[in-house]
């Protein structure tokens, strides 16, 4: 490559995620769900929890374009609503998981010795729980509910970062520029902060944004059990959960709210994927 | 490989152990008086005693811990709340239906997703392998409880061609095989296609082609084979992800395993299945986990080497 000109690294990564039309167009969709759930109260055309006895179970038409569900109430807004639900549980619990994981991950790597081998045996053990059953016994614990729902994703985010931030750091402890900060005197709470987080938080991103779509498959899967969310609050996972009783009579009941969820998961797979290559890319460069 | 396959069984008796400290701290987390709460809400004083005893929640709590591990070593895991039968029968029974499903669904989506990613590997670039990565990352994107539903609403309700649910014949397999299988498949094809691309560009590859070895050789002998290595791992790994995504798809189909039984257990706050149960596949998952690091390290010297 006889590239000559200087471009920082961001302004590489950003030209070579920009030149991949599928996560631009992903970003494109997740911020298109993220500002219909904003404006939900605006957006929405019928009121998301408001019974209408005179339209029950009616399929799709020009005024209910997704249908209405037992109760009359209009599928599309609850799923607009519902929006509002799953970004929050995802950006919530990958947030609070991906905080903790992060510091644990710099802790261990950066001090090493006897608190990393604690730190990371006891990552071990959150591993040793397949995911979902981890997120069962703290609502088991917690009791069910929204909330619950959020910390128990979160617990169970906190290895993968862990191990993730881990990996970096020590690798970066290793670099001529963190070395030559620490001969000068440099602080270590001000090294690991300035010098080691920013070289993380690339692969940090990347993670989180295909974390956010387990995360939100999780909780959907979660209140489709009856430990997530509850009815009559407009969660997607919850409404298929309604739906279920009304398989071969009324079908987009349960079409409609799936595909939110499959089309909001897509998405930041896509995105995460494509903000990897852009990564990898520059790594390899 | 025997002095490494001792380390690594040493190596999970401390994460066992703490798994079980935190499966028997949970009952101690749970707001108000375990003893209580397993007596029932109109249990007497004296009732409530005897479950404490029965339970071993008397005496100091390391105590606690070393009888309910000794117990729990000895199979005994006490009665469910639900139905009064000791846990282990209650476990049991279900044991075998879960242990089918994800071992159908395992095969299935195995070969699926070996077959899918070895097509795009060799197809780089043209359209089967565009496809095949399009279905791919939809297919890990799929709410499997969602493709259940929908599957149930076309070939049991309107078709009635397949049973919206149970156990019992080579029918009933059908829709939750597929719909548990479908994430792991798609995991495969995209784990397969990124070894077999990888292995493509290696040195000896590239010798065999020089050499003038035809292509359908170079791609089955040279590559393939050395391309499943990674696989075998991964294979190990998602087995122990079927268990989990068990839990839900059991609960569409209503299959009666393992998993639906914990979602009923936490519905009903049977709290000793739920404990067994935990502890259960948190060590099917931690011993499933050594055995990929064995059979990855009998494949590949360098990693017992280290």
């Not at chain 1, 639900?85 to 991906?98: F, I, K, P």
């Not at chain 1, 996972?237 to 409609?256: C, K, P, Q």
């Not at chain 2, 003038?212 to 791609?219: D, F, H, M």
């Amino acid at each position: 490559m006889s590239s000559t000109a200087i471009r920082s690294p961001v302004g590489e990564f950003a030209r070579r995620f920009r030149t991949r039309p599928v996560p631009l167009a992903a970003g494109l969709v997740i911020i298109a769900i993220a500002i219909a759930a904003a404006l939900a109260p605006w957006l929405a055309p019928f009121d998301p929890a408001t019974p209408d006895y005179d339209h029950v179970l009616e399929g799709p038409s020009w005024l209910h374009p997704c249908g209405t569900d037992a109760y009359g109430r209009d599928i599309l807004s609850r799923i607009i609503w519902g929006g509002r639900v799953s970004l929050t549980v995802g950006l919530l619990s990958v947030s609070l998981g991906g905080a903790a994981g992060v510091l644990t991950g710099l802790v261990s790597g950066f001090l090493g010795g006897r608190v990393d081998a604690v730190l990371m045996r006891l990552m071990d053990v959150l591993l040793a729980f397949p995911g979902i059953v981890l997120a069962i016994g703290v609502v088991a614990v917690l009791g069910p509910g929204i909330d619950n729902v959020i910390y128990a994703i979160a617990v169970f985010s906190i290895p993968v970062f862990a191990r993730l931030v881990r990996g970096t750091t020590l690798a970066l402890k290793q670099t001529l520029y963190v070395q030559a900060a620490r001969s000068i005197g440099v602080r270590r709470i001000k090294l690991v902060l300035t010098h080691i987080l920013p070289g993380a938080l690339p692969a940090v991103i990347v993670y989180a944004s295909l974390r956010l779509g387990t995360s939100i498959l999780t909780a959907a899967s979660l209140s489709f059990i009856g430990l997530g969310a509850r009815p009559p609050s407009p969660e997607w996972g919850a409404m298929l959960a309604d739906g279920r009783s009304y398989l071969g009579v009324a079908t987009y009941l349960t079409l409609f709210p799936g595909l939110a969820i499959f089309v909001t998961v897509l998405a930041f797979n896509l995105l995460g994927d494509g903000l990897r290559d852009a990564l990898d890319q520059r790594l390899r460069t | 490989m025997l002095t490494y396959l001792v380390r690594r069984l040493i190596g999970t008796v401390p994460v066992l152990l703490t798994v079980s400290i935190f499966v028997f701290g949970f009952v101690h987390l749970l707001p108000g008086d375990p003893a209580r709460l397993v007596a029932g809400p109109d249990a007497q004083p004296q009732d409530i005693e005897a479950v404490r005893t029965e339970m071993g929640l008397s005496g100091p709590l390391w105590a606690q811990y070393g009888r309910w591990l000794g117990n729990t070593l000895e199979g005994r895991l006490g009665r469910s709340i639900k139905t009064k039968q000791p846990v282990v029968q209650v476990i049991s029974e279900r044991f075998m239906p879960t242990l089918w499903l994800t071992v159908v669904a395992m095969l299935w989506a195995t070969a699926a997703g070996i077959a899918i990613g070895v097509l795009s590997g060799v197809r780089r670039g043209r359209w089967q392998d565009q496809v095949g990565m399009v279905a791919a990352i939809s297919g890990i994107s799929f709410p499997g409880f969602w493709l259940g539903l929908l599957l149930i609403d076309l070939f049991s309700v309107r078709l009635g061609w397949l049973p919206t649910g149970g156990y019992g014949t080579w029918q009933h397999f059908v829709m939750p095989a597929f719909t548990l299988g479908i994430g792991v498949a798609a995991v495969m094809a995209r784990f397969t296609r990124s070894a077999f691309v990888e292995v493509m560009t290696e040195d000896y590859v590239r010798t065999a082609r020089m050499k003038g070895v035809s292509e359908q050789i170079v791609v089955w002998k040279h590559t393939l084979r050395n391309a499943l290595i990674p696989v075998i791992t991964l294979t190990g790994l998602q087995f122990g992800f079927l268990l989990g995504g068990s839990i839900v798809i059991e609960t569409v189909f209503s299959w009666p395993g393992l998993g639906r039984l914990l979602v009923d257990s936490v519905s009903f706050r049977d709290y000793p299945v739920i404990q067994a149960e935990i502890m259960l596949f948190s060590t099917q998952f931690v011993l499933i986990n050594l055995l990929v690091d064995l059979l990855y390290a009998a494949v590949n010297p360098e990693i017992r080497l280290q």
